[in-house]
């Protein structure tokens, strides 16, 4: 079983930085593409960004292209997310997920495992 772990949410005022972290454990036999996600209220989980197992290819949607940034460390089985110039609409929980294999992804459907998510508030 693969277990995801997300941290590093948290308030933070419009224009300001968060770095989300998801640590990854158990057994996923071999490479894996890592995506985040985020979820509001009333509203369907959306997709923000994805990297494959190198870190050579990337994604995200467009709402947060040039100002998030997702990598890996996978020596330490982790994937980031790095969020800069936050604004009031990036308010959500974010879910780190995991797609066994294959190429990056942008498709809830598309992913294996998920992390119970982490609240990130943005105040304006």
């Known amino acids: 079983q693969v277990q995801l772990v997300e941290s590093g949410g948290g308030l933070v005022q419009t224009g300001g930085s968060l770095r989300l972290s998801c640590a990854v454990s158990?057994?996923?036999?071999?490479?894996?593409?890592m995506g985040w996600f985020r979820q509001t209220p009333g509203k369907e989980r959306e997709f923000v960004a994805t990297?494959?197992?190198?870190?050579?290819?990337?994604a995200y949607a467009n709402s947060v292209t040039g100002r998030f940034t997702i990598s890996r460390d996978n020596a330490k089985n982790t994937v980031f997310l790095q969020m800069n110039r936050l604004k009031p609409e990036d308010t959500a929980v974010y879910y780190c997920?995991?797609?066994?294999?294959?190429?990056?992804?942008?498709?809830?459907?598309?992913?294996?495992?998920w992390g119970q998510g982490t609240q990130v508030t943005v105040s304006s």
């Open positions: 997920a995991l797609r066994l294999g294959g190429a990056i992804a942008t498709m809830i459907k598309e992913y294996d495992y």
């Open positions: 158990g057994r996923t036999f071999g490479s894996y593409v």
């Open positions: 990297i494959n197992w190198s870190g050579a290819n990337t």
